[in-house]
């Protein structure tokens, strides 16, 4: 189950050219019953994702959960504290339920001012430590420094990017399964 924001949502474009989409393509090609469950909302923050994880977890019953939380907080310029404490929950709600959990790392642009933006980036590794969960260090690696791979929000990644970022998140998801969890429980 990917549990995102509108990174993970396919915003400002069709369902079929997003992330989700492409690995979801990907995982069918090695593992025919595989399946993605796309619980992503544009606008989603942490604390939103704490509010309604449980019935994600109760609806879908996922054996592994792609996280992908905290930008939106991090642009409206929320505490680390309060985002930290929010993931948190969320991870440890998925490990209750018996999800692994794959951490997407995030980064904001320099304009938030060094302290912060260090503080927002370090949080990521931080959590998937204490709660030894895997972590895609950056879910944009490879692009997020070059404007021609965004929308014109210069937010939200155009088409192009989606190929990469799929590819970022296979770069660790693949090393989560084995083969019999895969036959036993299709979900994602």
Same mark, same amino acid.
């Given at each position: 189950m990917v549990f995102g924001d509108s990174l993970s949502a396919s915003y400002g474009m069709s369902t079929e050219a997003g992330w989700v989409t492409l690995l979801e393509q990907r995982l069918q090609s090695k593992y025919a019953d595989y399946h993605i469950i796309n619980a992503s909302i544009s606008g989603e923050t942490?604390?939103?994702? &704490? !509010? &309604?994880? &449980?019935?994600? %977890?109760? +609806?879908?019953r996922p054996e592994i959960v792609i996280l992908e939380l905290g930008g939106n907080d991090g642009l409206r310029g929320a505490s680390i504290k309060s985002i930290y404490e929010n993931l948190a929950a969320i991870i440890e709600e998925c490990q209750q339920n018996n999800a692994l959990v794959l951490l997407a790392g995030?980064?904001?642009p320099p304009n938030y001012g060094r302290t912060? +933006?260090?503080k927002f980036q370090a949080l990521f590794p931080q959590l998937a430590? !204490?709660?030894q969960v895997k972590l895609?260090?950056?879910? %944009?690696?490879g692009f997020g420094d070059k404007h021609e791979f965004?929308?014109?929000?210069?937010?939200h990644p155009t088409e192009v990017a989606q190929k990469k970022i799929a590819e970022n998140v296979w770069e660790v998801l693949? +090393?989560?399964f084995k083969t019999e969890q895969v036959a036993t429980n299709p979900d994602i």
């Amino acid at each position: 189950m990917v549990f995102g924001d509108s990174l993970s949502a396919s915003y400002g474009m069709s369902t079929e050219a997003g992330w989700v989409t492409l690995l979801e393509q990907r995982l069918q090609s090695k593992y025919a019953d595989y399946h993605i469950i796309n619980a992503s909302i544009s606008g989603e923050t942490a604390l939103g994702g &704490r !509010n &309604r994880i &449980r019935q994600a %977890l109760e +609806t879908h019953r996922p054996e592994i959960v792609i996280l992908e939380l905290g930008g939106n907080d991090g642009l409206r310029g929320a505490s680390i504290k309060s985002i930290y404490e929010n993931l948190a929950a969320i991870i440890e709600e998925c490990q209750q339920n018996n999800a692994l959990v794959l951490l997407a790392g995030m980064q904001l642009p320099p304009n938030y001012g060094r302290t912060y +933006t260090q503080k927002f980036q370090a949080l990521f590794p931080q959590l998937a430590e !204490n709660h030894q969960v895997k972590l895609i260090p950056f879910l %944009l690696a490879g692009f997020g420094d070059k404007h021609e791979f965004f929308q014109a929000d210069g937010i939200h990644p155009t088409e192009v990017a989606q190929k990469k970022i799929a590819e970022n998140v296979w770069e660790v998801l693949q +090393t989560m399964f084995k083969t019999e969890q895969v036959a036993t429980n299709p979900d994602i």
